[in-house]
């Protein structure tokens, strides 16, 4: 790896990066193809990205970071790992999309279907369309149409599932997004996540007309807000008890928390499972799956019409297989290692410096709430994920940003680690770490940071 120039803050300008801002800016809306790249809740300015290798980024200033957002999960060997590359560069070789079957497909899917708790998949180009697919597969076997999802996790861009709580518990949904009707959320239920009373509540109300159930393995788009003991068990036997199925959605999970995602920590099957992410292997591949039986109702077959015309393409496919064979039992012990070690740091950093804080964790997942631990101990939902002060977070994100750590813009995204984050990259991020707590301290307290 490249010689960082020191531990101390390097000039924090991006001339080169603010530049390229003004120029999307003008073609691009907010100059951004995905919102939260935009800094908004963080402020200042997006840092454009020119290469990747291993734990690092280096930005077109030509400042280099230890990336600890990944590509939001996908990167689970880093950036440009040899072993991935080899395979994207042989598959492109051989041609980059046919509209037809590949062997490759089915490798991916024969990986998929080994590790996680489906007799099937269908592969789909992003995870919107995994979820999106996997409710309109719910609505076809059980031809009902209401569908119940939890407040804070997200599921994708999906109509239905941009859905706010309504006034009550168990009432109907609101649009979260100018453009959703609310004919499209009409149908949608939203109710507090870890809340087993206001799920109970739902299915008194609805029970009879619920499609489905949909929620994250583990909440990890709230920060990480992992399900309480025997919360998704319970998601499980009350969907079953009215005739509903339960959707389990791993896109970040899967693949990233263990050799069979939060599955493998916590082995409550959903009826269908969606993948995406560390399945892509940071090329656009996702996938939904369930049992065979489930699966028969999916065009061809049946009657659930379900396409894509990129979807398999052969060089994410590869990506993808290359991906998972490299993540095997001892990948995975090394992330958890990985993480505890840095979760500790983290910890001990904002101690000293006496800022509040509570951790979020789910496997190797986690993110760091500016919260008061006296009233909330542990996060366990969206309202209590939300008390937390956002400009703390920026504050400590800057610090961190211009000691050369990149974090999530956000405090409510998990950190992700990889499995070529070695000790360098450790040493890089807690070298960076007391002077960004004081940062955290010093927004506390309302002083200039
Ligand atoms: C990222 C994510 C999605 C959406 O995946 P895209 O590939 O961004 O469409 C869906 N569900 C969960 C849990 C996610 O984290």
């Known amino acids: 790896m490249r010689p960082f120039p020191s531990a101390a803050p390097f000039p924090y300008d991006a001339p080169n990066s603010a530049a390229l801002f003004d120029r999307a800016r003008a073609v691009i809306p907010g100059g951004v193809n995905s919102p939260v790249r935009a800094f908004?809740?963080?402020?200042?300015?997006?840092?454009?990205?020119?290469?990747?290798?291993?734990?690092?980024?280096?930005?077109?200033?030509?400042?280099?970071?230890?990336?600890?957002?990944?590509?939001?999960?996908?990167?689970?060997?880093?950036?440009?790992?040899?072993?991935?590359?080899?395979?994207?560069?042989?598959?492109?070789?051989?041609?980059?999309?046919?509209?037809?079957?590949?062997?490759?497909?089915?490798?991916?899917?024969?990986?998929?279907?080994?590790?996680?708790?489906?007799?099937?998949?269908?592969?789909?180009?992003?995870?919107?369309?995994?979820?999106?697919?996997?409710?309109?597969?719910?609505?076809?076997?059980?031809?009902?149409?209401?569908?119940?999802?939890?407040?804070?996790?997200?599921?994708?861009?999906?109509?239905?599932?941009?859905?706010?709580?309504?006034?009550?518990?168990?009432?109907?949904?609101?649009?979260?997004?100018?453009?959703?009707?609310?004919?499209?959320?009409a149908q949608t239920i939203v109710v507090p996540y870890n809340d087993r009373a206001a799920l109970t509540a739902a299915f008194d109300r609805f029970g009879d007309e619920i499609a489905c159930v949909i929620t994250e393995a583990a909440g990890g788009n709230m920060g990480v807000v992992p399900p309480r003991d025997g919360f998704n068990g319970f998601l499980r036997s009350t969907a079953h008890a009215h005739g509903a199925l339960l959707i389990v959605d791993e896109v970040m999970t899967g693949f990233?928390?263990?050799?069979?995602?939060?599955?493998?920590?916590?082995?409550?099957?959903?009826?269908?499972?969606?993948?995406?992410?560390?399945?892509?292997?940071?090329?656009?591949?996702?996938?939904?799956?369930?049992?065979?039986?489930?699966?028969?109702?999916?065009?061809p077959v049946g009657p659930v019409y379900q396409a894509g015309t990129l979807s398999g393409n052969p060089v994410a496919t590869a990506a993808g297989l290359a991906t998972l064979r490299l993540a095997t039992d001892d990948a995975y012990a090394r992330l958890d290692a990985t993480s505890a070690a840095l979760r500790a740091e983290v910890a001990a950093a904002l101690t000293a410096a006496s800022v509040p804080h509570v951790l979020g964790v789910a496997g190797s997942m986690f993110s760091v709430f500016f919260t008061d631990p006296a009233v909330t101990p542990a996060v366990g939902d969206y309202e209590q994920a939300r008390t937390q002060d956002a400009t703390v977070y920026r504050a400590f994100f800057h610090a961190m940003l211009a000691r050369g750590v990149y974090l999530p813009p956000s405090g409510f995204e998990s950190w992700f680690v990889s499995t070529v984050h070695d000790g360098a990259a450790l040493d890089r991020v807690v070298a960076a770490l007391p002077a960004a707590a004081r940062a955290a301290a010093e927004a506390l307290e309302g002083a200039p940071a």
């Open 40 to 185: 908004r809740a963080v402020g200042g300015t997006p840092r454009f990205m020119a290469t990747g290798h291993g734990p690092y980024l280096t930005d077109a200033d030509g400042r280099e970071y230890v990336d600890l957002v990944c590509s939001w999960g996908p990167l689970l060997h880093g950036h440009a790992h040899p072993v991935v590359l080899d395979a994207v560069l042989r598959a492109a070789a051989s041609g980059t999309s046919y509209g037809a079957p590949t062997e490759g497909e089915v490798a991916l899917a024969e990986e998929l279907v080994a590790r996680a708790p489906v007799e099937q998949v269908r592969l789909v180009s992003s995870g919107t369309e995994a979820t999106m697919s996997a409710v309109r597969l719910a609505r076809g076997v059980t031809g009902r149409s209401r569908v119940v999802k939890f407040a804070g996790c997200y599921h994708g861009h999906v109509d239905s599932l941009l859905a706010a709580a309504g006034s009550g518990v168990a009432t109907l949904a609101l649009p979260d997004s100018a453009g959703v009707t609310a004919t499209e959320t």
């Open 256 to 299: 990233r928390v263990s050799r069979s995602g939060w599955y493998g920590l916590d082995p409550v099957a959903g009826d269908i499972t969606t993948f995406g992410k560390v399945m892509g292997g940071g090329f656009p591949a996702a996938a939904f799956g369930a049992s065979a039986q489930v699966m028969a109702h999916l065009a």
